[in-house]
């Protein structure tokens, strides 16, 4: 059986005789590098860890993308490597400093210190995209992605970490992934979903496509 398809930009390279993903540009949270090359730790990345278990995310190297949550960079620096121009949306005060710091790197990253919950915010900023990333751990992560749908190009596409215990503590993931996709429906195609407990426990990984 082959190996699934990589996005334009992500290869599979050894680093200390072990294979593992990876993209080309500046280190930023000490990740193994080799030459221009960094590798990309799924342990680390619930986008990566979707890439990892062969999900097929349709990233290509000239998209846009709109990353919510970005915390202090660490997926989004790899997305950025990969990508076209890429708004970096995070709440916290704190990790966007360090995003910041990415950002000096990589002129095609474009921090903005917002609320993912609140796109008017952000909205006279952000252009329309090809891709929306979102990882953000907050009760609602369905209807965030359908507020920012309205950035999505047509047949734009989501990439989204669900994190079930930020949904309901006390619930089955199961139960509340199935709510959340149940949400995502009403506006997105569901094109492909996988449970990430290998790297990330209680969390599914969902590709989607704006209807």
Do not use: C
């Amino acid at each position: 059986m082959s190996e699934p398809t990589l996005p334009s930009g992500v290869e599979r390279r050894a680093f200390d005789g072990r294979e593992r993903l990876a993209t080309r540009g500046p280190p930023v949270y000490g990740e193994p590098t080799d030459g221009e090359w960094r590798a990309w730790d799924p342990s680390r990345s619930k986008l990566g860890a979707m890439l990892k278990l062969g999900m097929d995310t349709g990233l290509a190297g000239d998209d846009t993308v709109l990353y919510l949550g970005a915390a202090s960079g660490t997926t989004v620096s790899h997305v950025a490597d990969i990508s076209g121009a890429t708004y970096a949306v995070e709440f916290a005060a704190r990790p966007a400093r360090d995003l910041l710091s990415v950002a000096d790197d990589r002129a095609n990253l474009f921090p903005l210190l917002k609320d993912a919950r609140r796109p008017a915010t952000y909205g006279h900023v952000v252009e329309p995209v090809d891709v929306l990333v979102q990882d953000v751990a907050t009760r609602g992560q369905a209807d965030v992605a359908v507020r920012n749908a309205r950035f999505l190009s047509e047949g734009g596409r989501l990439l989204l970490a669900v994190k079930a215990r930020s949904e309901d503590v006390t619930a089955e993931p199961d139960a509340v992934f199935e709510s959340v996709t149940g949400t995502l429906s009403e506006t997105y195609e569901i094109l492909g979903t996988r449970r990430l407990d290998r790297f990330h426990d209680d969390h599914l990984g969902v590709v989607a496509r704006r209807r």
